[in-house]
């Protein structure tokens, strides 16, 4: 079945560093591909998407990049704020089947002033 | 436009009792899903209702159950209540939900069950 992996956490970074979250997913066909992040006590935001091969999603500074031939969808963003410090969530829509969002296991990110 | 809004945010139960939980999409969508988030588990698919009707379902057993109205609202009710049935619940609307449309999320209903 789908699968999405992220990279363990908490990744702890300072203010203004560069923030890399890694994503890969297992799926047949072409999914669709999410980032949404979760504040404390609240529920998941959308961040962005992407829907086919090498589209670059973007939003608020972040970036990801469907790459077919890798199977990844890696979040980044150049200058993490404390503002940023949050849960986040890589998902999948597959392109048939059952219409359901597979998630990772989120990763925590905390950064420091 | 008002997001999805999920009432209510807090519920404390007992091991036995039933449950029902509220969601209202955004204005306009026809599509909701309901998922479960705990710590050991993560977020995990429980169905998908579009025009009134049932179209998806995950892998919970038959104790969860949902039905969406004629205005797309939707409730989700758990009956015989477990100690694992405590969970943050969220309900995401989407416009048609096809595959390639992101879903929205509502706050969530925490549900404690002592």
């Known amino acids: 079945g789908d699968s999405v992996t992220q990279m363990e956490g908490p990744v702890t970074l300072s203010e203004e560093a560069f923030l890399t979250i890694n994503c890969t997913y297992t799926a047949t066909g072409y999914p669709s591909l999410f980032w949404y992040v979760q504040y404390p006590g609240e529920g998941l935001q959308l961040l962005l998407k992407a829907t086919k091969a090498d589209d670059k999603g973007s939003n608020k500074g972040f970036e990801a990049t469907y790459r077919k031939e890798t199977t990844s969808f890696h979040l980044e963003k150049g200058s993490v704020q404390v503002s940023d410090s949050a849960v986040y969530f890589c998902?999948?829509?597959?392109?048939?089947?059952?219409?359901?969002?597979?998630f990772g296991s989120g990763t925590r990110l905390q950064v420091q002033p | 436009k008002a997001g999805v809004t999920q009432t209510p945010r807090y519920l404390i139960k007992t091991r036995g009792q039933q449950v029902t939980l509220s969601c209202s999409p955004i204005?306009?969508?026809?599509?909701v899903s309901w998922y479960q988030q705990t710590p050991g588990q993560g977020l995990q698919f429980l169905f998908e209702y579009f025009s009134e009707t049932q179209r998806n379902k995950g892998n919970f057993p038959g104790r969860f159950s949902g039905r969406q109205f004629s205005n797309s609202r939707s409730e989700m009710n758990v009956s015989t209540l477990e100690l694992g049935d405590s969970a943050l619940y969220l309900c995401a609307s989407s416009p048609q939900g096809e595959f390639n449309q992101p879903q929205h999320f509502g706050d969530g209903t925490r549900l404690s069950i002592l």
């Open positions: 204005s306009g969508h026809r599509s």
């Open positions: 998902a999948l829509s597959p392109s048939t089947g059952r219409r359901a969002l597979t």
